[in-house]
């Protein structure tokens, strides 16, 4: 990369307070993910004089080589509207392009403040100017009138392949509040078990958000689990849409919510 250079330890006091001045939330997430072991890997900042001035970066979802999801993106205020995140975003992308990315995932909230409006207008016509598109809107999702949308860019041509269901014995084994909203939960499941969950083992599972006043529970699955999509809508989930393509082309992320 010629702008961007890779983040360093000493670099996050500095990001965090940048990000803060955007999002106190994603200012707390941020330095909780990056003083973890390996959280700063991934992750690039953008530098004027000597100052950091921006930050940007990906992470890339466990079983999905070629799928890139964009993390913390900001630019510091005294530098907004003046191209840096155009910049920062077109050398990110350009670089996943080159190692081989198939898609890359960005999320933004709709929030609109009362005094400043909808804060994430500026960052979506960004995106979309470079030819990401929205696939999914969660409504709800963040808090109550705040809805998360998901968009993706192609990095590269789909390839069309046959895909075969697979019966994928899945089993939840927690329940947890989503990081970063107001009472919006989800659940934890590996397939490893010996046979599918039913509806009986969904109903433990809202029982468990009921208790801790939940608003929501949003999940997502390989679309090609066999036999996870009707269990879940026969417990009373909706299906809120796909990320396609997004373990590999013709796999896509299949999303759930069910709310309260």
């Not at 990000?19 to 992750?43: F, L, W």
């Not at 960005?106 to 979309?128: F, N, P, T």
């Not at 109903?203 to 958000?209: A, K, S, T």
Request: charged share 25%; with cysteine; proline share 2%.
């Amino acid at each position: 990369m010629q702008k961007l250079r890779e983040m360093q330890p000493e670099d996050i006091k500095a990001v965090v307070q940048l990000i803060e001045t955007h999002d106190e939330d994603d200012a707390d997430e941020a330095r909780e993910s990056y003083q973890q072991i390996g959280g700063i890997m991934d992750q690039y900042v953008l530098e004027q004089n000597g100052q950091v001035i921006g930050v940007t970066g990906f992470l890339t979802p466990p079983g999905c080589d070629e799928t890139h999801v964009l993390s913390w993106t900001y630019v510091h205020d005294d530098y907004t509207n003046q191209g840096h995140g155009r910049i920062m975003l077109n050398e990110l992308i350009a670089f996943l392009k080159e190692q081989g990315g198939r898609k890359v995932f960005v999320r933004v909230s709709d929030y609109v403040d009362d005094e400043d409006g909808a804060i994430y207008a500026a960052a979506l016509h960004v995106y979309q100017s470079l030819g990401f598109k929205l696939e999914i809107t969660h409504k709800d999702y963040y808090d109550d009138g705040e809805a998360q949308m998901i968009l993706g860019l192609r990095l590269k041509e789909a390839v069309n392949v046959p895909v075969e269901q697979e019966h994928c014995p899945v089993q939840f084994n927690s329940v947890f509040e989503i990081a970063e909203t107001d009472d919006a939960y989800s659940f934890g499941w590996h397939d490893e078990s010996e046979s599918l969950f039913n509806v009986a083992d969904v109903e433990i599972g809202l029982e468990q958000v009921r208790k801790d006043e939940g608003r929501a529970v949003f999940l997502s699955f390989p679309s090609n689990y066999a036999g996870v999509a009707d269990r879940l809508l026969a417990s009373g989930f909706t299906n809120t849409g796909t990320l396609d393509d997004y373990f590999e082309d013709g796999i896509h992320e299949q999303h759930f919510a069910y709310r309260f």
